[in-house]
Structures are given as structure tokens and as C-alpha cells.
């Protein structure tokens, strides 16, 4: 069972076609669960949040900051990976259409993906980005855990519509999901429950 006692950043891709495997010392490859939202949607603040380590993936108040693949290895059980965050409108086309093609060619190639994490922030309905993203999923029945962030942003007596908006819009009822809130700690450890439940085989 995973208890997020210990994480390390390992390595960083920006080439799909050099795309690394974390390894134990035997060689076998760990199972992979990737980290997908929004530019700006708090992927980094939760990863720092979920793994209990400051500053292990570096925050920014400018949207569009991690522009690769970002390994982290997890309770030397697991490979988490932090895709580059999508919808940023003010990056360069060709930037934009680097990460798409990064993001597609993990998503379609890891053979280790046993878990997607997709990042909503709470305050607002899925963009068309989320949507694409989510049908994709669905499609290749990729297992799937719906992170809502920036809980605190919306009073509680709306937390309920909010989500219930949400999965409207993705078609989703019936996914799992958490809600967090990374800078009122909130949420981690059900969060964590979540992530173990759908990882046991």
C-alpha cells in the first residue's frame, strides 16, 4: 500500500521518443500514474501537497510552466509523472503543439500507465481541453481519478452543484473523485485512499 513517505524527483523528458522507464534495481519497470490538468490548475502545488516534500515540483504563478515529461519515484514503489499542463492560450503555437504531441505520444505509449489523475479546477465548468482529454481516456479505458482543486475557492454550499455541473459536462458520473485543496491541506488523505484502491490489482 502506498503511504507517500518518501518522493524524489528522477528525471525529466522533453523528446516523446526518448520517453524513460523508472527501474528497481532488478530491472522491472514501476507502474506509472500520470498527473494531467490545466496550465495554472495546481498540478505542482498538489504533487508537492500528495508526496508531503516542499518544493519537489516547483510552483509558478505563471501558467505553461513544466514543458516535459517529470519523473518522480514514490515510496520506491511507484513512477509519478507530471505532464505538461495544456490550454495555456498566450504560449506559441509550436510550443503548444510540442506539448500536445508529448502528452499523446505518453499517454498512447506508456505500456506502465495504471492510473490517470486529472486535475479540475473546483471554480470552474471543463474547458474544451478537458473534455478532449477526458473522452480520450474513456476511450482507451484508461483508470481514471477526477482531482478537484482549489476546494476552499468555493463555498461550501456550492461544492456540491459544482461538482455535480462538472461531471455533467464530462459525461462522467460514476468516476471517482476527490476534492483538495493543496494550501489548506485538505483532501490528502482520501486522496491517497483513492490512488491505492484503484492501483490494487
Known amino acids: 500500500m502506498l503511504k507517500f513517505k518518501t518522493a524524489i524527483y528522477k528525471i525529466s523528458c522533453v523528446d516523446a521518443d526518448e520517453r524513460p522507464y523508472l527501474k528497481t534495481e532488478r530491472g522491472d519497470k514501476y507502474p506509472e500514474m500520470a498527473?494531467?490538468?490545466?496550465?495554472?490548475?495546481?498540478?505542482?502545488?498538489l504533487i508537492?501537497?500528495?508526496?508531503?516534500?516542499?518544493?519537489?515540483?516547483?510552483?509558478?504563478?505563471?501558467?505553461g510552466k513544466t514543458q516535459a515529461l517529470n519523473y518522480y519515484l514514490v515510496d520506491n514503489s511507484l513512477s509519478l509523472v507530471d505532464l505538461p499542463g495544456y490550454g495555456?492560450?498566450?504560449?506559441?503555437?509550436?510550443m503548444k503543439?510540442?506539448?500536445?504531441e508529448l502528452i499523446d505520444s505518453y499517454l498512447e505509449g506508456s505500456t506502465q500507465l495504471k492510473l490517470v489523475l486529472l486535475?479540475?479546477?473546483?471554480?470552474?465548468?471543463?474547458?474544451?481541453e478537458d473534455k478532449q482529454f477526458f473522452a480520450w481516456a474513456q476511450y482507451h479505458k484508461k483508470p481514471f481519478l477526477i482531482v478537484f482543486t482549489k476546494t476552499d475557492k468555493v463555498p461550501p454550499k456550492d461544492i456540491r452543484t459544482n461538482t455535480e455541473?462538472?461531471?455533467?459536462e464530462l459525461d462522467a458520473f460514476g468516476v471517482p473523485y476527490v476534492h483538495?485543496?493543496?494550501?489548506?491541506?485538505?483532501?490528502?488523505?482520501?486522496?491517497?485512499?483513492?490512488?491505492?484502491?484503484?492501483?490494487?490489482?
Open 35 to 45: 498527473i494531467v490538468g490545466r496550465s495554472n490548475v495546481g498540478k505542482s502545488s
Open 48 to 63: 508537492n501537497y500528495l508526496t508531503g516534500v516542499k518544493g519537489l515540483a516547483r510552483t509558478s504563478a505563471t501558467p
Open 88 to 94: 495555456f492560450a498566450e504560449a506559441p503555437f509550436e
Open 97 to 100: 503543439k510540442n506539448w500536445a
Open 119 to 128: 486535475l479540475l479546477d473546483m471554480r470552474r465548468l471543463p474547458s474544451k
Open 165 to 168: 455541473n462538472v461531471l455533467q
Open 180 to 201: 483538495t485543496t493543496a494550501s489548506k491541506r485538505i483532501g490528502r488523505a482520501e486522496l491517497i485512499t483513492k490512488i491505492n484502491d484503484l492501483l490494487a490489482p
